[in-house]
């Protein structure tokens, strides 16, 4: 069983920081690209940045030069660093994780979702 534990949501002012975290706990035999999406109000989810396991990252042109990803292999961490936060960045806040099981000669791939975190930025 493999879980993905979230942490560090909460309430800001406009113009703070929070940092996300997202933990991998379980039996696996690596994780490849993890990422971060986000969940407005009556709105799609939509991908804010991700990391694959080589450390190439990518982001939303709507939090390019504010939000940074990163991981800690060796800790099966995701983390995003949220700077100058706006109000338009209130969402709920999902990782994910695309992670490999072996068996024998064969493998499988599965993608796991974190149970959200809420990031609310007041103005």
């Known amino acids: 069983q493999v879980q993905l534990v979230e942490s560090g949501g909460g309430l800001v002012q406009a113009g703070g920081s929070l940092r996300l975290s997202c933990a991998a706990a379980g039996t696996f035999f690596s994780i490849n690209a993890m990422g971060w999406y986000r969940q407005a109000p009556g709105k799609q989810r939509e991908l804010v940045a991700t990391?694959?396991?080589?450390?190439?990252?990518s982001y939303a042109e709507s939090v390019k030069g504010r939000f940074t990803i990163s991981r800690d292999n060796a800790k099966n961490t995701v983390y995003l660093q949220m700077n100058s936060l706006k109000p338009e960045d209130t969402a709920v806040y999902y990782c994910?994780?695309?992670?490999?099981?072996?068996?024998?000669?064969?493998?499988?791939?599965?993608?796991?979702w974190g149970q959200g975190t809420q990031v609310t930025v007041s103005s």
């Open positions: 990391i694959t396991s080589d450390y190439i990252t």
């Open positions: 994910n994780a695309h992670m490999e099981f072996r068996y024998g000669s064969g493998r499988s791939a599965v993608v796991y």
